[in-house]
């Protein structure tokens, strides 16, 4: 089974503080995403990554950035965490080919206080 | 740009009744379609998914979801819902990007 794993389910951080948010997949997949998912909003991208050091901005990219070092690790990152970024955040991976389905990751709900 | 929607944002219904969640996208090229669910603070779970051949396609808990090109729809079914079927419900379509687009969600209500 293909797994994807977030590191952390629940985060509390404080106004200002740097925030990563890591995700991990153990399928080779060339593709990654950072979703944040808010009642009434569905799921917004944030960035996608398709190779290696590769980024993209999604619908939402202000106030994130990510970080890929290696194929099987996502990161993302808050600058400067705000009040306004309390969300649930998801981590996906698929294979490069736009027929196959996205694998989430159980999700990291960050509350900025 | 693709979009999706998903025209209701909640469907209560009653254990035993059947239930159908709307979803309609915007794209006239070909499509791939998935239907996910959601189960309170979890990821998201594929539940099925329609990439070519047969335009009824199934899940292994007793959902369906038939493609229908003319109408740019891809509804999902069931003939009698369960209180475990109580989640959100996410469509979610890919055509010539890699990045599939979601639609807003549908909360699904099972009362007893």
Known sequence: DVKVTQSSRYLVKRTGEKVFLECVQDMDH????????????????????YD?????????????????????????????????????YLCASSYGARRTEAFFGQGTRLTVV | AQSVTQLDSQVPVFEEAPVELRCNYSSSVSVYLFWYVQYPNQGLQLLLKYLSGSTLVESINGFEAEFNKSQT???LRKPS????????????????????????????????
């Open chain 1, 30 to 49: 060339e593709n990654m995403f950072w979703y944040r998912q808010d009642p009434g909003l569905g799921l917004r991208l944030i960035y996608f990554s």
């Open chain 2, 73 to 75: 729809s891809f509804h």
């Open chain 2, 81 to 112: 819902v369960h209180i475990s079927d109580t989640a959100e419900y996410f469509c979610a379509v890919s055509d010539g990007s890699y990045i599939p687009t979601f639609g807003r969600g549908t909360s699904l209500i099972v009362h007893p």
């Open chain 1, 52 to 88: 290696v050091k590769m980024k993209e901005k999604g619908d939402i990219p202000e106030g994130y950035s990510v970080s890929r070092e290696k194929k099987e690790r996502f990161s993302l990152i808050l600058e400067s965490a705000s009040t306004n970024q309390t969300s649930m």
